[in-house]
């Protein structure tokens, strides 16, 4: 399934994409599963997603994906977890030959990501907006200590993430790059949730970036430090992993190294990121006003 939250007709509502290319359409859930389930979280906290696929089975779509204006795909996650210099060319960029043995995290605030076709806001406070093209992970079972070999079983599926950054503003503290990476609206998600029955996290994933239409990253999964699974192990050691947890799993290196000086996303720029097997999240910059 494509689960997603969105809203449509003056209302907030989940529910599931169905066909494909431009005949995208929307199986509202909400409708057909309230007030057992109310969000996309619900189902994943309480064992609904195969009642959710039940619910698809033999219906049309209630209205085109046109119609619907995209909300992040699970709204208000206890975590958003993000992984740092986890592809092992990146990690070369930084002038690090050596693998490292534990991976980089930070946290990002569900406020800091726009949902897909939403704007990325470039603030007043800074030009150095950039982007970051990853996948990223939702917890379905809860676990903690979870043993590499039962990680993926704990994957509800994924979606994908624009971990946008205000790069000047990730200097600002000794030891975090919190405040670069937490303006509002700064990045983004979706468009949707593909859940881990459609696809196999198991074997590498293609992921490409486009800015304007024009190829900026270009990897699979198999150039990751750590891997899914190994993250989610590393993750559960010190904390509990709950339903709707995100793991935001890292950036492979851009094609082009930045210039000197640097180029910074500006208003009227598109990013594009896409995985064949989920879809593509597509946003435009914005100035703020």
């Known amino acids: 399934m494509r689960l997603a939250s969105y809203k449509v007709r003056g209302r907030d509502s989940f529910g599931a994409v169905i066909g494909e290319g431009g005949a995208l359409g929307v199986v509202d859930l909400k409708t057909r599963l309230a007030p057992q389930f109310s969000s996309v979280l619900d189902l994943l906290r309480d ?7 039940a619910a698809l089975q033999g219906v049309r779509a209630d209205f085109p994906a046109a119609d619907v204006e995209w909300l992040a795909p699970v709204l208000a996650p206890e975590k958003i977890l993000c992984i740092g ?19 980089s995290m930070f946290y990002r605030a569900p406020g800091s990501l726009s949902p897909h076709q939403g704007p990325i806001v470039l603030p007043r406070e800074s030009e150095q907006l ?6 990223a992970l939702v917890i379905g079972k809860p676990g903690r200590r979870i043993a590499q070999a039962d990680a993926l079983s704990h994957v509800a ?19 975090n790059v919190t405040q670069g990476k937490n303006w509002d609206n700064s990045g983004s ?7 881990a029955d459609e696809i196999d996290l198991a074997k590498p994933l293609h ?36 339903a709707g947890d995100i793991i935001v799993t890292g950036t492979p290196v851009k094609r082009v190294p930045q210039p000197d000086p640097p180029v910074w996303l500006k208003a009227g720029d598109t990013i594009e990121i896409s995985v064949p097997e989920i879809g593509t999240l597509r946003n435009t910059v914005v100035a703020e006003s």
């Not at 064992?47 to 696929?53: E, K, N, Q, S, Y």
């Not at 210099?85 to 991976?103: F, L």
């Not at 950039?130 to 996948?135: A, L, Q, T």
């Not at 998600?189 to 859940?195: D, Q």
């Open 47 to 53: 064992d609904g997603l195969d009642v959710a696929r």
């Open 85 to 103: 210099i986890n592809y092992a060319n990146r990690n070369a960029d930084y002038g690090d030959q050596d693998v490292p043995k534990y991976p």
């Open 130 to 135: 950039d982007y970051e093209g990853e996948i």
């Open 207 to 242: 992921l490409t970036v486009k800015v304007n239409g024009e190829i900026t990253q270009d990897d699979t999964t198999a150039s990751m430090i750590k891997s899914f699974a190994e993250l989610i192990a590393y993750v559960s050691t010190f904390m509990t992993l709950k």
């Open 189 to 195: 998600i979706g468009p949707w949730l593909v859940t």
């Open 157 to 175: 599926g994924a979606t994908l993430c624009n971990e946008g950054t205000i790069r000047d503003w990730i200097r600002h503290g000794k030891f």
